[in-house]
């Protein structure tokens, strides 16, 4: 299987298919790059070279004690950007997989990158604070660990129905799909999993935005009860007046499995929009 080392001796596992303009596809939390599977196929097939990876602490990558604040986790995605040599790159980033993207551009810029895309992120912040009170409390955050210390395979159980968006009577994806999910999180190391949520939870991306300066697409779910859209893409949509804004009317969280023909559609077209340069 193919690795690359970061800078501290993590061994990064990544998959690279096909061989036009290359898309980097960073993955939630607590799942891995394997998450991109529909979004793998149709951009495969539409001619573009996939590269989706596992971060460190989860799937198949080493599973380290420490390094899971957002620098370090940058420092990781640009080894692998760098040791595939990749240019007119487009990074996807869902969830908490955002965040590396608004900081891969304010640590490292541009240079390489064609444009970006943010899926259901977390970017500017989720932290409730003076400054962001329509934030989340810290206190949520702090439960979500204590679950996930007291159970960790129940609440991977009960957290992937309001991942994607289950109710009474709606059920959006499979039981196939939810085991899929579920054999994915348990990949991750407890510890990662801990430590990932006061990354995701808790870093201020505001000062990141001043960086975005390539074509940007934003798709959010306006049913996302994991990540709120009013706090976190309709203000990286005011912040970036030029981005392509797309809300998924009713769409939860997940919208990557949910609604999985929109977003490849969606994907494509941005990608369309901006062709490498001959």
Not at 130 to 149: L, V
Not at 191 to 197: F, N, Q
Not at 217 to 246: C, F, M, Q, S, W
């Amino acid at each position: 299987m193919p690795f690359v080392t970061t800078r501290d001796g993590t061994n990064l596992h990544y998959k690279d298919m096909g061989s036009g303009r290359p898309v980097v596809l960073i993955h939630g939390w607590p799942l891995t790059g394997d998450m991109w599977e529909y979004q793998t196929v149709a951009l495969l097939e539409a001619g573009y070279r996939v590269i989706t990876y596992d971060r460190r602490g989860f799937g198949q990558s080493s599973h380290p004690l420490e390094g899971y604040d957002y620098d370090t986790l940058t420092h990781d995605l640009a080894t692998l950007i760098d040791e595939l040599d990749l240019v007119d790159a487009t990074l996807v980033g869902f969830s908490m997989g955002g965040g590396e993207v608004a900081r891969y551009l304010s640590l490292y810029g541009s240079a390489r990158l064609k444009s970006v895309a943010l899926i259901s992120s977390i970017v500017p912040g989720l932290l409730k604070t003076h400054d962001n009170p329509d934030g989340i409390a810290i206190d949520t955050f702090a439960e979500i660990k204590g679950q996930i210390r007291k159970d960790r395979f129940e609440f991977l159980t009960e957290f992937a129905k309001k991942f994607y968006g289950f109710g009474v009577l709606h059920k959006p994806v499979s039981q196939g799909l939810l085991n899929w999910n579920f054999t994915l999180a348990i990949m991750a190391s407890p510890m990662a999993t801990l430590d990932c949520v006061d990354s995701w939870g808790t870093t201020d991306f505001r000062p990141d935005l001043a960086a975005f300066n390539v074509p940007t697409l934003i798709v959010h779910g306006t049913n996302d009860e994991t990540v709120p859209h009013k706090v976190t893409a309709k203000r990286v949509a005011e912040a970036l007046p030029n981005a392509h804004y797309i809300e998924y009317e009713g769409a939860p969280h997940g919208l990557f499995a949910t609604a999985h023909e929109r977003l490849n559609q969606d994907l494509l077209a941005f990608l369309e929009k901006y062709p490498a340069v001959a």
